[in-house]
Each structure stands twice: as structure tokens, then as C-alpha cells.
Nanobody
Framework: QVQLVESGGGLVQAGGSLRLSCAAS????????TGWFRQAPGKEREFVAA????????AYADSVKGRFSISRDNVKNIVNLQMNSLKPEDTAVYYC???????????????????WGQGTQVTVSS
């Protein structure tokens, strides 16, 4: 019944911006931890950003800190990932994930999330 759908991916030049959105059905984001992960061809899925429910704070991978921003719209039940100053190395499929809780550092791990979207492609050209 739970479904997460990402949108907003596309092709952008280096230095540009994209805003990814994750819309949920079957769950309310305000009650869940939500994370963004990305996976480039031949690489493992890696943590990008999260809203940590238990602590009420945001967390970011070092590689995107200062460039990306995660936010939640409780009215629309949407989680966004604003990506600025994009680099070619940001090219990947970006996934939205959610879980009822994320104690400790479990939010950093892909296996710490129960629900996943299908992903949206982000391609940054140089």
C-alpha cells in the first residue's frame, strides 16, 4: 500500500540546480524518517541526506553538505531535495526512502529503510 514516487530528475549543466521531490501515499512523512540515496553505475547505493525523526534534524553526506538541502512539506506530504552547484560526480539515480524510525546512525544505511521509490535519474554534464 505504501508508495513513494520521486520526480524532478533530469539533465543539467555543471553548476546548475535541480529540485527533487518525493510524494508518498500510504504513509505520512511527518511521522517518518526520510532519506535520499543515490547510486551511480557500478557503485553501491550511498547516503545523501535525511530528516532524522528521532532528533528532528537533518543530516548530509560530506560530499553534498553545503550544496544540497532536504526539507519536508507536511501539508503536501512531500519531501524535497534541493540540489545546487551540481557536479558531474553527482550523476546518479536518486532514491527516496522512508522508515518509521531511524535511531542512532541507522539512517545512514540503505538497509535501515523499509520503503523505497523507484528512483529518478540525475545527469550533470560538464
Amino acid at each position: 500500500q505504501v508508495q513513494l514516487v520521486e520526480s524532478g530528475g533530469g539533465l543539467v549543466q555543471a553548476g546548475g540546480s535541480l529540485r527533487l521531490s518525493c510524494a508518498a501515499s500510504g504513509l505520512t512523512f511527518a511521522r517518518f524518517c526520510t532519506g535520499w540515496f543515490r547510486q551511480a553505475p557500478g557503485k553501491e547505493r550511498e547516503f545523501v541526506a535525511a530528516i532524522i525523526q528521532s532528533a528532528g534534524r537533518m543530516a548530509y553526506a560530506d560530499s553534498v553538505k553545503g550544496r544540497f538541502s532536504i526539507s519536508r512539506d507536511n501539508v503536501k506530504n512531500i519531501v524535497n531535495l534541493q540540489m545546487n552547484s551540481l557536479k558531474p560526480e553527482d550523476t546518479a539515480v536518486y532514491y527516496c526512502a522512508a522508515d518509521r524510525s531511524c535511531p542512532g546512525g541507522v539512517y545512514l544505511r540503505a538497509d535501515g529503510y523499509d520503503y523505497w521509490g523507484q528512483g529518478t535519474q540525475v545527469t550533470v554534464s560538464s
